[in-house]
Nanobody
Framework: QVRLVESGGGLAQSGGSLRLSCSVSRTSFVINAMAWYRQAPGKERDLVAGITTDGSTRYADSVKGRFAISKDRANNQVYLQMNALKDEDTAVYYC???????????????WGQGTRVTVAS
């Protein structure tokens, strides 16, 4: 069973930064696509960023230029560096794993429990 565990959430000031981490266990990590989703209160869960099996990255328009997804194969970690945070970035952030990159969350087979990010003005 693959297990994903997110960490790094918390309270940040508007304009500040946070780095989220996702620890991935029991997988041939190098062949997986990974993604970060987020769900704000009262809203649907939306794709934030993804990284393909070959390392290419994808971002939602709302975070382009501010967020960066990366992976550390040696340590089975995926990161989401979040800069220039805005109030609207407040959400629970989820890490997800799939066999290939997809913009459809149904294609991701493993999910973490989420980590909460709150951005205050």
């Amino acid at each position: 069973q693959v297990r994903l565990v997110e960490s790094g959430g918390g309270l940040a000031q508007s304009g500040g930064s946070l780095r989220l981490s996702c620890s991935v266990s029991r997988t041939s990590f190098v062949i997986n696509a990974m993604a970060w989703y987020r769900q704000a209160p009262g809203k649907e869960r939306d794709l934030v960023a993804g990284i393909t099996t070959d390392g290419s990255t994808r971002y939602a328009d709302s975070v382009k230029g501010r967020f960066a997804i990366s992976k550390d194969r040696a340590n089975n970690q995926v990161y989401l560096q979040m800069n220039a945070l805005k109030d609207e970035d407040t959400a629970v952030y989820y890490c997800a794993r799939g066999s290939q990159y997809s913009s459809n969350q149904r294609d991701y087979v493993n999910w973490g429990q989420g980590t909460r990010v709150t951005v205050a003005s």
